[in-house]
T-cell receptor
């Protein structure tokens, strides 16, 4: 079966750095996505990786290793507004998105 | 403001009742999707439509139906609601076929079936 694993919850301190990991086992691979979802709101697109390596976008970076079925989202200079759930999703060989359950990130002052 | 509009925002209904969740987008995206989101689970695809006039079944289609008469509208109907359909429902669209993976979501419809 297809599976996306990510930690259920993480806690970090304002101003620090946090890494959220995602491992996947899917039928084929056409890209990995990270979405941010604030409580009670809709998910919003953060990043897309299809080739191995690091993609940087401001305070957020996303890394992919296709051979290991692994990705991480790195958040730097954490702000209180970064408190949210972070969803990892993989586009499989049928171009269907397979979603992880999400990682709830709690930022403490 | 361009985007996706869902209605109602929340609804409580009795088991056995019929319910339609509305979804309208003004971005002229070809593909549209209905997901449900439950605590502890990833988003699960109910139905999708790659273009107006076509629909397809997702991972959890039973008890739900959709139609895509035009590009903008993609309503989701529960013919006879059951308590297990209590969930938050998200409509989404993407500009590309096949799915590019970058989805634009509506604000969600919280449905409680008693």
């Amino acid at each position: 079966g297809q599976n996306i694993d990510q930690p259920t919850e993480m806690t970090a301190t304002e101003g620090a750095i946090v890494q959220i990991n995602c491992t996947y086992q899917t039928s084929g691979f056409n890209g990995l996505f990270w979405y941010q979802q604030h409580a009670g709101e809709a998910p919003t697109f953060l990043s897309y990786n299809v080739l191995d390596g690091l993609e940087e976008k401001g305070r957020f970076s996303s890394f992919l290793s296709r051979s290991k079925g692994y990705s991480y989202l790195l958040l730097k200079e954490l702000q209180m507004k970064d408190s949210a759930s972070y969803l990892c999703a993989v586009l499989d060989s049928n171009y269907q998105l397979i979603w992880g359950a999400g990682t709830k990130l709690i930022i403490k002052p | 403001i361009a985007g996706i509009t869902q209605a109602p925002t929340s609804q409580i209904l009795a088991a056995g009742r019929r319910m339609t969740l509305r979804c309208t987008q003004d971005m002229r995206h070809n593909a549209m999707y209905w997901y449900r989101q439950d605590l502890g689970l990833g988003l699960r695809l109910i139905h999708y439509s790659n273009t107006a006039g076509t629909t397809g079944k997702g991972e959890v289609p039973d008890g739900y139906s959709v139609s895509r008469a035009n590009t903008d509208d993609f309503p989701l109907t529960l013919a006879s609601a059951v308590p297990s359909q209590t969930s938050v429902y998200f409509c989404a669209s993407s500009d590309g076929t096949p799915n590019t993976g970058e989805l634009f979501f509506g604000e969600g419809s919280r449905l409680t079936v008693l």
